[in-house]
């Protein structure tokens, strides 16, 4: 199934599949399949040099918050963060594991695999 394409500044997004479904219940409406974790991780998966504040605006979420998520993958061993100059370069550890149950065996490798090949499919 394909889908149509808009563009939502930098990023591209599909809309939603029902969009009368939104009206029905609009205290739902902001839900998405990913967490900000994985938000921020494919922003940097796709430009491992972004600063806190572009990471942010990309993932709509606070500066501190991306602080936090930060902490936690680097915490968590799935991102290394080499400092260059005044500025942070990302190393995503593709070997990291999963957390979640659900997820138990997959790759960190794995999930930006998939979203990648979703990418060059557009």
Same mark, same amino acid.
Do not use: C
């Given at each position: ?57 990309? +993932? ?25 100059? %005044?500025?942070?370069?990302? +190393?995503?550890?593709?070997?990291? %594991? ?9 790759? +960190? ?14």
């Amino acid at each position: 199934m394909s889908l149509p394409i808009q563009e939502a500044g930098d990023m591209k997004v599909a809309p939603p599949l029902l969009p009368e479904a939104e009206s029905a219940h609009p205290h739902r409406t902001n839900w998405t399949f990913l967490t900000n974790h994985a938000h921020v991780l494919i922003a940097l998966a796709r430009n491992p040099d972004l600063r806190v504040r572009d990471l942010a605006a990309a +993932v709509k979420i606070t500066e501190r918050a991306v602080q936090q998520i930060l902490t936690d993958l680097e915490e968590e061993g799935v991102i290394e963060r080499e400092r260059e100059g %005044r500025r942070n370069h990302y +190393v995503i550890i593709d070997s990291a %594991r999963l957390r979640h149950p659900n997820e138990q065996g997959a790759f +960190v490798g794995d999930l930006l695999a998939l979203l990648k090949a979703t990418d060059e499919k557009r």
